[in-house]
C-alpha cells in the first residue's frame, strides 16, 4: 500500500512529556503537562515551550518569564497524565499527586523532586502563533537526582525504566537501546545493545 | 542522595530524531539528521526545526523556505544516525542510504518514502539564536504510509516496533505503552498495556 495524503497535523512522535512548573512572585505553586516542549540551540542552551492563553499557568509564565521543566520517569506516567487533565484553577496539583516543591538555584518557579532531572528555564521571548503561545526560553541551570548518575558521573535514566515518551496520543516508556550518537560509522560492527 | 546542580544545558529527553529532506529549486536532494525538532502549535500545526549555519543544508532551508521532515521507524536507526555523522557536501546520502525521495503534494523538497510518516513543511520565520538557527514552519500536509494504519483509520506506528527516540546521545526505540492521555482519570482503574 502507497503513501496516503492528510492535511497538515501535529504528528510528530516521539516527544517528550513534562511536568512544567510554574510559581513564584506572587504566584502559588502550580504544573502543567507539556508535550509541545523542545531543545531549539545548543549554545545558548534553550528550549521552547507552547502553552494555550487560555491555560490557567499562562499568566504566570508570561508574568514571571520564569519555569522548570520536569523530565519524569515513565513510571510517573500517571501523575503526568492527571495534572494534563486538571487545571490548577481548581487543586493544588503538587498537593493532590504527593509531589513536592523544590528551589530552583536560579528561578522562583518550583521544580519536582521526584523528578530526576529538572532544567531551570528563564523566558527570552513570547511569540504568539495560533492556538498556541511559544515560550522560547534560556536553561540556565539542571538539577538531577545523584541516583541516577553513573560512577563515571554521567546521567543514564535508561537503566532505571527510562524517561517518558509521548506519541500520537499515547504514553510509552522507552525500550531497547539502539546505539549511541554514530554507533552507525563505527569501525567495530554492531553497535552495543543494552536493554 | 539529593540533587546535584549542573550548569543548563540541552538534557531534555526523549526526543525525536528526525530525518529532514531539502531540495528542489535548484538544490539537489539532501537529507540532515535533527533532533532539535518540536512541535511548537496545534491551529495552525506548526514545528521548530534548528540548524547551525554551517551545516550544508544550511542555505537550502533559507532559500528554498521547504523542508520535509521524515519520522523513521526505530529499525531506522542506523541510516538515521549515518545522515547525522555525514555531509550532503561529499555525499549522495539518498543514494548511499538506498533511500527513495518522494515528491510532497505542497512543497518541492523530496520526502523519504521508507520513512511511515512524512510532515511537508513550509518556514514562516528563522530565528537566529546562538550557535542554531530556529526555523519555524507550518506543516502544510501529512504524508503516510498506508500499511501502518488501522482498520479503524488510525495511524498506529507504535504496532510496528515503534518510532526512533532520541535520550542523552542514545537511540532507543519506544517500549511498553503505559496508557493514553487521560488514563489516569478513566473511571476503570488500570490503563490498559499493550506491548
Not at 540551540?41 to 518569564?65: G, H
Amino acid at each position: 500500500m502507497g503513501k496516503l495524503i492528510w492535511p497538515g497535523s501535529t504528528q510528530l512522535a516521539p516527544l517528550p512529556a513534562v511536568l512544567v512548573g510554574t510559581g513564584g512572585n506572587g504566584f502559588a505553586n502550580n504544573l502543567i503537562t507539556v508535550a509541545w516542549v523542545g531543545i531549539v540551540c545548543s549554545d545558548p542552551a534553550m528550549l521552547s515551550i507552547s502553552v494555550r492563553p487560555e491555560r490557567f499557568s499562562y499568566k504566570a509564565l508570561v508574568e514571571t518569564k520564569e519555569f522548570s521543566v520536569n523530565v519524569p520517569l515513565a513510571s510517573q506516567a500517571a501523575s503526568v497524565d492527571w495534572c494534563g487533565v486538571k487545571s490548577g484553577r481548581d487543586v493544588d496539583k503538587f498537593a493532590q499527586q504527593h509531589l513536592t516543591a523544590l528551589a530552583g538555584s536560579q528561578i522562583e518557579a518550583p521544580l519536582v523532586a521526584e523528578c530526576p532531572l529538572n532544567l531551570e528555564c528563564k523566558v527570552k521571548e513570547i511569540i504568539h502563533l495560533g492556538s498556541h503561545d511559544m515560550f522560547l526560553a534560556e536553561i540556565v541551570a539542571v538539577q538531577v537526582s545523584g541516583e541516577f548518575l553513573t560512577e563515571s558521573g554521567r546521567l543514564d535514566l535508561e537503566r532505571c525504566g527510562g524517561v517518558l515518551g509521548y506519541a500520537h496520543g499515547h504514553y510509552f516508556d522507552l525500550g531497547k537501546c539502539i546505539g549511541h550518537f554514530g554507533f552507525s560509522v563505527r569501525k567495530k560492527p554492531g553497535a552495543k545493545i543494552r536493554k
